[in-house]
């Protein structure tokens, strides 16, 4: 099969297009041929190395995955040949006790695809059974695969670690991304109000139209200064927060008494100062969230088939073009989601 592999760590021109022997079901496994992956910004982390994701090389990133089953492993009775899927991006054993508790995103041997399994840059991929959703035939290829990560992380920090409910306020940092357009549907989804940041004009219509009540340009003004005066000087009851230091500070003055921080990613760094006293003395809740468990997936694809959820797409590649297609997402410059077809 064709596969983009990289056999060095470094920047999109490390990539290349490379024949790799077909994969092979092992017990419990499904090859799936692949129809559309979305790229995500891991993508970019895992390629240029480092020790949050060591990987084998050479490697096939690629963690949202839609298209065909081909082939089933022994003990798999519940998928068959044919069947148009989409693969939840989170390997876990689903064996030890955090599995058994419904709590698999936390499990000690839990894995991306892509980051340190092969994933779905490729032709073809062996994932486990366990980790692969039948999907309707009205549902895009190119949709279902730009779903999985973003709106199963956004979900987690949002319903689940941050407790979302109706007339919360919202602040979604970052909303151009794949999770930040997640973020806001959800948040309308279950009536709260969202205020939405970017660092343009386009971005900031757009996320507009996606539903966001209110709108915030990051590099021009002052994200808590507009997020207060937005609810009357009380604050936001939670940031949806990834950024990390180049907002970290503005994300936590934008918060209400008793408001939640919760974080995801650290695209701008890793480490960022905070003052104690406010957290306390307002009793603020700063969170993590590790994107999310195969039980809320499958919530949100219920949501996704019935079209009230999602996936903005910015632009598609063919699999041959994989370097355009990281390049265009190191300029930042999409609102949505980026996919290949291979």
């Known amino acids: 099969m064709k596969a983009a592999i990289f056999k060095e760590h470094g920047g999109p021109e490390t990539i290349q297009i490379a024949t790799v022997p077909d994969p092979k079901p092992d017990a419990g496994d499904v090859i799936v041929q692949v129809k559309a992956c979305a790229l995500n910004h891991l993508d970019l982390w895992v390629l240029k190395g480092g020790p949050a994701y060591p990987v084998g090389l050479p490697h096939v990133l690629g963690a949202d995955v839609s298209g065909v089953i081909e082939a089933v492993g022994k003990g798999v009775s519940d998928l068959k040949r044919g069947q148009r899927v989409v693969i939840a991006p989170g390997v876990s054993c689903f064996q030890c006790d955090r599995c058994k508790a419904g709590q698999d995103n936390l499990c000690e041997t839990y894995s991306i695809l892509g980051a340190k399994l092969w994933g779905g840059y490729a032709e073809k991929v062996k994932v486990p059974a366990v980790n692969v959703f039948p999907i309707p035939d009205s549902l895009p290829f190119e949709e279902a695969a730009a779903f999985p990560l973003t709106f199963l992380t956004a979900w987690h920090m949002l319903v689940t670690r941050g407790g979302l409910k109706r007339w919360h306020y919202v602040l979604v940092v970052g909303a151009s991304s794949g999770?930040?357009?997640?973020?806001?549907?959800?948040?309308?989804?279950?009536?709260?109000?969202?205020?939405?940041?970017?660092t343009s004009d386009e971005k900031l219509q757009q996320a507009r139209a996606l539903g966001a009540d209110a709108v915030v340009d990051s590099s021009k003004d002052s994200i808590a200064h507009v997020a207060r005066a937005w609810t009357q000087k009380r604050g936001v009851d939670i940031v949806?927060?990834?950024?990390?230091?180049?907002?970290?500070?503005?994300?936590?003055?934008?918060?209400?008494?008793?408001?939640?921080?919760?974080t995801c990613g650290a695209t701008t760094g890793p480490e960022v100062k905070l003052d104690l006293r406010y957290v306390f003395s307002r009793e603020l809740a700063i969170l993590g969230a590790r994107m999310g468990t195969r039980a809320e997936l499958h919530d949100i694809l219920s949501l996704i088939a019935a079209k009230k959820l999602r996936a903005k797409i910015a632009k598609t590649f063919p699999l041959a073009d994989v370097r355009a297609a990281l390049e265009y997402m190191e300029q930042r410059r999409h609102f949505g989601k980026i996919v290949l077809i291979p």
């Open 179 to 198: 999770v930040g357009t997640a973020a806001i549907q959800i948040a309308k989804l279950h009536g709260a109000f969202v205020l939405a940041t970017a």
């Open 240 to 262: 949806f927060e990834h950024v990390g230091p180049a907002t970290w500070d503005q994300s936590v003055g934008s918060l209400a008494p008793g408001g939640r921080l919760i």
